[in-house]
C-alpha cells in the first residue's frame, strides 16, 4: 500500500474513532464491587494475578471500560459495572504516525487495543513531570477520561518533530496536530 494511501486509512480510521463502542456512558448500573483486575502501566491485564494472554478478550474488555467522575475505572454492562485497578492508564499508545490535513500536521496514534485517534482538540495530548526525576510521563485521551499511556518510541518521535520556542529563558518543546500546539515540555 503506498504511503499516501495508507496515511488517508490511519486518519479514516481516527475519524471513526469510537464508532461500534457499547454506549457505556449511558448505562447506570448498580456498582457491584470490585473484580481483581489491574491494567499495568505496560498496557497488560491481569485477572486474579494471572496475565489475560487472549487479545481479543483484552479489546473485549476495554470496550466496556469507563472512567466515572470519581476517578475510578470501571467495567460496565447494563447491568453491572465493577470497579478495575488502573496503574497508570488503562492503554498504551504504541504507534504514532504524521500525516497532513489540508496543509495542517496531523498526529495519529494507536493504542495497544487497536484504538486509533487523531490528536487535537478532541483527544489532547498532555506530559506530565515527575517532580524528583524530571522524567516525563505523555498521554493522549483516546475516549470519555480514557487515556493512553504514550510509550517511549512514541514520545520520542514526538520530541523529534518538535518546534522550540523560547519561553521565560527555556527552549521549550511542542508539537501540533489538527490545530493545535502540545506542550511536550523543555529541551535540556
Known amino acids: 500500500m503506498p504511503a499516501d494511501d495508507m496515511m488517508q486509512s490511519l486518519l479514516k480510521a481516527a475519524e471513526s474513532a469510537g464508532d461500534g463502542l457499547p454506549p ?8 457491584c464491587g470490585t473484580m481483581d483486575l489491574v491494567i ?6 491481569w485477572h486474579e494475578g494471572r496475565r489475560i494472554t487472549r487479545d481479543r478478550l483484552v479489546r473485549l474488555f476495554a470496550r ?5 467522575d470519581d476517578g475510578v475505572h470501571y467495567l460496565v454492562t447494563p447491568v453491572e459495572k465493577q470497579a478495575v485497578k488502573v496503574e497508570t492508564a488503562p492503554f498504551v499508545a504504541i504507534r504514532v504516525d504524521r500525516a497532513e490535513e489540508n496543509g495542517e500536521p496531523v498526529l495519529v496514534f494507536t493504542s495497544n487495543v487497536g484504538d486509533v485517534v487523531a490528536a487535537g482538540p478532541d483527544h489532547p495530548i498532555r ?24 510509550n517511549r518510541p512514541s514520545f520520542y518521535e514526538l520530541v523529534e518533530a518538535a518546534d522550540v520556542r523560547e519561553e521565560g529563558g527555556k527552549r521549550v518543546l511542542y508539537v501540533r496536530s489538527r ?9 535540556e
Open 40 to 45: 499495568r502501566r505496560d498496557g497488560s491485564w
Open 24 to 31: 457505556v456512558e449511558k448505562w447506570n448500573p448498580e456498582h
Open 64 to 68: 466496556i471500560l469507563r472512567k466515572d
Open 127 to 150: 506530559v506530565e513531570t515527575d517532580p524528583d526525576t524530571g522524567e516525563p510521563e505523555p498521554f493522549i485521551l483516546i475516549r470519555s477520561r480514557l487515556e493512553a499511556l504514550i
Open 179 to 187: 490545530g493545535v500546539d502540545f506542550r511536550l515540555g523543555t529541551a
